[in-house]
């Protein structure tokens, strides 16, 4: 109780700072300011304040704190400063990092898929119709498509997913769940559509 009344005074200190406090009177009023009950003592003394604000006991008692606090974590030989080794993975950064994948995968294809299209002398579709004129065509394409739909698509769903986080909507853990699913699900389903729907 002693060091909470302590730091009461100190967090009080700004405000009545070099003023003469009594403990004769609760109720006494210096022009139009109230004082508060917690500054009064039994005697006269000078309201002051160090350089930082803060009791030197109290400054001690967390200096003490701190250099327990790193002992302890030496001791138990934890990293001293945090890394993804020490974390359990979860679904929510798993959602975060594939976010970020996805979007340097479709930069990346676009980039892939641009430079044969200024290259090559003949268009896409002439490739296309080349491809599927194989037996395992059809299903090549198909996975190339699927390969190609997934990332836009989870991309764009997460993207509208953070954008709710934005406004504030859904972020309890039991929506950040139901969500995550709903995305990973929405994009395989959407993708499979994609990929075996003919243009």
Not at 79 to 89: D, G, R, V
Not at 149 to 161: A, C, D, E, I, T
Request: glycine letters at 6%; aromatic letters at 12%.
């Amino acid at each position: 109780m002693a060091l909470l009344h302590q730091i009461r005074i100190k967090a009080l200190r700004p405000c009545h700072t070099s003023l003469l406090v009594s403990s004769q009177s609760s109720n006494s009023t210096l022009g139009n300011t109230i004082l508060p009950a917690v500054l009064y003592k039994s005697s006269f003394r000078q309201v002051t304040s160090d350089s930082s604000g803060m009791d030197p006991n109290v400054q001690k008692i967390a200096k003490n704190e701190k250099v327990e606090f790193w002992e302890k974590n030496r001791n138990l030989k934890r990293p001293i400063s945090p890394h993804m080794t020490i974390y359990s993975w979860q679904y929510t950064n798993t959602l975060s990092i594939t976010h970020r994948a996805t979007g340097i995968m479709m930069y990346g294809g676009l980039f892939v898929l641009a430079v044969p299209y200024i290259s090559l002398p003949y268009m896409f579709p002439a490739y296309i119709t080349y491809l599927t004129s194989y037996t395992s065509g059809k299903l090549l394409l198909g996975t190339g498509k699927f390969l190609i739909s997934l990332p836009v698509v989870y991309h764009s769903l997460n993207g509208v997913r953070h954008l709710f986080w934005d406004f504030g909507y859904g972020l309890n853990l039991e929506n950040l769940k139901t969500t995550a699913y709903a995305t990973v699900g929405g994009s395989v389903v959407i993708s499979l559509i994609l990929a075996f729907l003919k243009f």
